[in-house]
Nanobody, 123 residues
Framework: QVQLAESGGGLVQAGGSLRLSCALS????????VGWFRQAPGKEHEFVAA????????YYRASLKGQFTIARDNAKNTLYLQMNNLQLEDTAVYYC????????????????WGQGTQVTVSA
């Protein structure tokens, strides 16, 4: 039922930063976890980070911890992903998604998805 809409993607030089936003509409108590995935060309969806909406507990793909930061604004019903020190391998379509589960990491556990926003990192 919840609808998600990503924004903030674009073209950035290696070493640069971007902040992605995800506007949530119609979120309910059952949307317990929201998070970010990315999909590079020819690859499967890759878990990036997630946050439990009620407590704000965060968890990350291990290789991205310290580089990316996930946050949410309860009042604005908005999810954020701060991406720092972007590298070529970070190029992907980034999606936000919502899940009824607690601490999921698999794409199949997330039932609601945005349309994605392209992040392209150039040398």
């Amino acid at each position: 039922q919840v609808q998600l809409a990503e924004s903030g993607g674009g073209l950035v030089q290696a070493g640069g930063s971007l902040r992605l936003s995800c506007a949530l509409s119609g979120r309910t108590f059952s949307d317990r976890t929201v998070g970010w995935f990315r999909q590079a060309p020819g690859k499967e969806h890759e878990f990036v980070a997630a946050i439990t909406w009620d407590t704000g507990t965060t968890y990350y793909r291990a290789s991205l911890k310290g580089q990316f930061t996930i946050a949410r604004d309860n009042a604005k019903n908005t999810l954020y992903l701060q991406m720092n020190n972007l590298q070529l391998e970070d190029t992907a379509v980034y999606y936000c998604a919502a899940s009824n589960a607690i601490y999921p990491r698999s794409p199949q556990a997330f039932g609601s998805w945005g349309q994605g926003t392209q992040v392209t990192v150039s040398a």
